[in-house]
């Protein structure tokens, strides 16, 4: 069974940093794209950042460009996604999502975690 599973969310001050991870478990992913993206309260998903499996080759939203790093670890199967600098408009349940590459259809999501920055 295929399974994408985030954690690291939590409440933190304006400024400050958080690294969420996105476990990956049940198959291999190479020839995948693992994405982030977030929802805010009352407002649509929005793409985040991404990054190739296989080659490492990241892409991110205008928006956390310079704030937010994305990367992975083979080994354990897992992506993170640092993000420093936070901002109250960062607040949103961030996602993990997987399609193969070349591909725009998402065939995972993970179940979210809660990121809340305060003032």
């Known amino acids: 069974q295929v399974q994408l599973r985030e954690s690291g969310g939590g409440l933190v001050q304006a400024g400050g940093s958080l690294s969420l991870s996105c476990a990956a478990s049940?198959?291999?992913?190479?020839?995948?794209?693992i994405d982030w993206f977030r929802q805010a309260p009352g407002k649509e998903r929005e793409f985040v950042a991404g990054?190739?499996?296989?080659?490492?080759?990241?892409y991110y939203a205008d928006s956390v460009k310079g704030r937010f790093t994305i990367s992975r670890d083979n080994a354990k199967n897992t992506v993170y996604l640092q993000m420093n600098s936070l901002k109250p408009e960062d607040t949103a349940v961030y996602y993990c999502?997987?399609?193969?590459?070349?591909?725009?259809?998402?065939?995972?999501w993970g179940q979210g975690t809660l990121v809340t920055v305060s003032s």
């Open positions: 990054i190739s499996w296989t080659y490492g080759s990241t």
């Open positions: 999502a997987s399609r193969a590459a070349g591909t725009t259809k998402y065939d995972y």
């Open positions: 049940g198959r291999t992913f190479s020839r995948y794209n």
